[in-house]
DNA sequence: TTAATCTTTAGAGTTTACTCTAAGTCAAGC
DNA sequence: GCTTGACTTAGAGTAAACTCTAAAGATTAA
């Protein structure tokens, strides 16, 4: 299966705008071109799409995915280089989750808050609901207090 | 405790030109200033922060976090509209939490691929490791095959 | 009191990643 | 063969979120 720039980038819910600016930027070196000078993606080609696409979901900017890319273009005397972005990646992927999980808390508590405060017509919460304003201290308080 | 601009930059991790910026734009209604026009940051205000932090790292542009911020100044009238704000930013949040525990197969995914490819010094990795050429038709070639 | 450091404003500049336009070329269906 | 829609390039424009500058005023520590 081959795909035009247009059917690729609808496959990896991106634009053909897009696709071409990651071209132009040294992206999608490996891309070739018909003798009309078109586009063509083959299945190798939608598969380093999805790699580029996780790097840049996990907060690689374009330059660093490029310097990958351009790795991988330089042979086998780079498999330790892209080895340890990956593992660098990896760890970042972990603090991320960690983080998100943390803003999850952090959101679950205002839905417990403003269910409370709707329930009542009115913001005045914690003198309700001693629970809540402990877990308050919690998520917040350790912020404000410590650290200073 | 009071914070100086530059002490609740700190503190959040952000700069000065950063408060400042988001001050300009409305997220910091509540940050009250000395009669000679020097802002002050509360506990209270730190808190703000925290959430104003935690929005714009679960993907609120900060123009939408001023919606929020207005709509906590407008009174209890706007609580439903806050606590939908949340549910919805919740959905959000265990959807960016799913993607990066994938996005962190394909780099897991990735790392043993390198890890093999580098032990034999050379790419050509899935001839001699069948388990991992059956692990990238899992993670690539669902989203390669599928859908078309 | 005086130097060093911090804060103030308005406003200009920067970075990143698109996003769009214009003018033209190519491919597929009728 | 012709129309329609997709593709090409170079290059301009945009949005978001800072980031920095300059010139002046405030605060702190010696």
């Given at each position: ?37 078109q ?34 273009q ?70 404000t207090?410590?650290?200073?």
């Amino acid at each position: 299966m081959r795909y035009s720039i247009g059917q690729a980038a609808k496959k990896m819910n991106l634009t053909a705008h897009t696709l071409r600016y990651y071209d132009k930027e040294g992206l999608l070196p490996f891309v070739q071109k018909t003798s009309a000078g078109q586009r063509v993606f083959t299945e190798q080609d939608m598969e380093w799409l999805v790699i580029i696409e996780c790097l840049k979901e996990t907060g690689l900017q374009l330059k660093e995915i490029k310097q990958y890319i351009d790795w991988c273009q330089q042979g086998d005397c780079t498999l330790e280089k892209r080895l340890n972005m990956f593992k660098q990646q990896k760890k970042k992927v972990e603090e991320q989750i960690m983080k998100m999980q943390k803003n999850l808390e952090k959101v679950n508590f205002k839905i417990a808050y403003y269910e409370e405060a709707v329930k009542n017509g009115s913001v005045d919460v914690y003198k309700r609901n001693k629970c809540l304003a402990e877990q308050k201290e919690r998520l917040f308080g350790n912020l404000t207090e410590s650290g200073k």
